[in-house]
């Protein structure tokens, strides 16, 4: 155990006088829930849920060379990506092992922004400062520099119209613009993790509780609620997104996650990993490892990770994410199984749940798709 307490963020005195469960997270006090998990999970499916996001690592590439580094040291294009936009990809090692999945924003010509996983921010922070030898580019640490709070649900567009004269309209899925937003500076994005509508909104930390208030009164006509990271690993898992540390790991590559469409092996220059990449693409067209399905509960009880996936008395997978659904209303869970037994609607399969085999659907990801 660490001996270090965990780290605050600028929200901090906020979320407990709000009467948040804290718990600790990669390091950091975070809100789990503040009420119930399941009306802030329903609340970000039907009207809007906010979230303090401040344990997410920003870190900030610069230079006539940021691209060209980028490009070397993730798997991506990142020099393909316009100023204003946004883009999912991976690190990995030599290995071709995920160290982490990234969001990377283009700032300007030559600023790239990199949000890491809280967990993984100074692995990710060391892997890039390390690649960036003999590049014409400085690698900087803005995990201090930024708060980060996340407006999601399909109110959020009218809640943040209240409150910005940025052309919300104008702004794509995966783009981010600077703007104003109830009188702070702020770079717009619209991204999340949530399978909603919605923003993400990084802000000097000093204007976090400012920029708190001001949503929570935008929003409070439209059933705007605060959310903790309970509901927000629910609401992904129903999105088919993957968490790291449980879908994706050293262990398996991006294509072994099913991810292998992050992988541009037609961009300009070698990239790290790029050998043992191109190997695993080969294998998974051949012979594909275990495949990445969706199970949804017959019963009532609920899979957890690292569970056993069977099929005719033989242990075919194992549980990633389980967790009660409540959109469906069902335990559901992700799960990498044998490629024989991962087609939807494939017979027999049940999740060993402490020596019984409690029965599952395999579903096509995501469980959830919003209307758009």
């Avoid at 469960?21 to 906010?50: C, I, N, Q």
Wanted: glycine fraction near 12%.
């Amino acid at each position: 155990m660490s001996s270090t307490p965990p780290r605050r963020t600028a929200l901090d005195a906020l979320h407990r006088s709000l009467g948040a469960t804290m718990t600790d997270f990669a390091g950091w006090d975070m809100p789990l829930r503040y009420g119930s998990e399941r009306d802030e999970h329903l609340a970000v499916r039907t009207k809007a849920g906010l979230f303090d996001l401040s344990h997410m690592g920003e870190i900030t590439v610069t230079g006539p060379q940021a691209a060209q580094l980028l490009n070397y040291a993730l798997v991506g294009n990142i020099a393909s990506v316009g100023v204003g936009r946004a883009r999912y990809t991976m690190i990995c090692r030599a290995d071709g092992g995920i160290l982490d999945d990234l969001i990377v924003y283009r700032l300007a010509e030559a600023e790239y922004m990199v949000v890491a996983n809280a967990s993984n921010a100074q692995v990710v922070l060391d892997a890039l400062t390390e690649r960036a030898e003999g590049f014409d580019a400085a690698v900087r640490d803005d995990r201090d520099a930024y708060a980060l709070i996340a407006v999601q649900g399909p109110e959020s567009p009218g809640i943040l119209k209240q409150l910005t004269d940025a052309d919300l309209d104008g702004l794509k899925y995966y783009a981010g613009l600077p703007g104003t937003v109830a009188g702070v500076p702020a770079l717009i994005a619209r991204t999340g993790y949530t399978g909603e509508d919605g923003f993400e909104l990084f802000v000097k930390p000093e204007h976090a509780v400012a920029l708190w208030e001001a949503l929570t009164e935008a929003g409070a006509g439209v059933g705007l609620v605060p959310c903790g990271l309970s509901c927000r690993d629910t609401l992904r898992l129903e999105a088919g997104m993957p968490l790291y540390g449980h879908e994706l790991s050293t262990s398996l590559t991006p294509f072994d996650a099913g991810l292998g469409r992050v992988v541009k092996f037609d961009k300009e220059g070698d990239f790290v990993g790029r050998e043992a990449l191109a190997e695993a693409a080969e294998r998974a067209a051949s012979q594909p490892p275990r495949v990445l399905v969706g199970l949804v509960a017959e019963g009532r009880r609920v899979p957890r990770a690292g569970y056993a996936v069977v099929a005719g008395g033989e242990v075919i997978g194992e549980v990633t994410s389980g967790a009660p659904s409540p959109t469906l209303g069902k335990p559901i869970a992700m799960a990498y199984v044998d490629p024989a037994h991962a087609a939807p609607g494939t017979p027999g399969v049940g999740v060993d749940i402490r020596g019984t085999h409690e029965p599952y659907e395999v579903v096509a990801l995501p469980f959830y798709k919003r209307r758009k």
